[in-house]
Nanobody, 122 residues
Framework: HVQLVESGGGSVQAGGSLRVSCALF???????MGWFRQTPGKGREGVAV???????NYADSVKGRFTISQDNAKNTVYLQMNSLQIEDTAMYYC?????????????????WGQGTTVTVSS
């Protein structure tokens, strides 16, 4: 049974920081893991992804502010979010993929977590 367990998130004022974590259970073929986000009425968009070899891919909107990292031994990825902006408010979803090419598109990912809320206020 494949499971992605997210933790972290919450509410913060603009300019603040948050970290979200995602642990993968029951799936040993995930080359890519990453984070996507979604707001009401909009499609799910890629935020940051990381491959098992450490290569990363970021959305332009978060480059220089967010950092994705991983602990391969724990099958866990982390997203450190700094200098948060109101526009970063969204439901953040963790995802895992068996594809070697880590794309920032939702269709490339096989498994999804339940999501964790990030709210940035002024």
């Amino acid at each position: 049974h494949v499971q992605l367990v997210e933790s972290g998130g919450g509410s913060v004022q603009a300019g603040g920081s948050l970290r979200v974590s995602c642990a993968l259970f029951g799936y040993t073929y995930a080359y890519c893991m990453g984070w996507f986000r979604q707001t009401p009425g909009k499609g799910r968009e890629g935020v940051a992804v990381i491959r098992t070899d450490g290569s990363t891919n970021y959305a332009d909107s978060v480059k220089g502010r967010f950092t994705i990292s991983q602990d391969n031994a724990k099958n866990t990825v982390y997203l450190q979010m700094n200098s948060l902006q109101i526009e970063d408010t969204a439901m953040y979803y963790c995802a895992a993929s068996s594809h070697w090419e880590c794309l920032l598109v939702p269709v490339a990912y096989n498994y999804w977590g339940q999501g964790t809320t990030v709210t940035v206020s002024s």
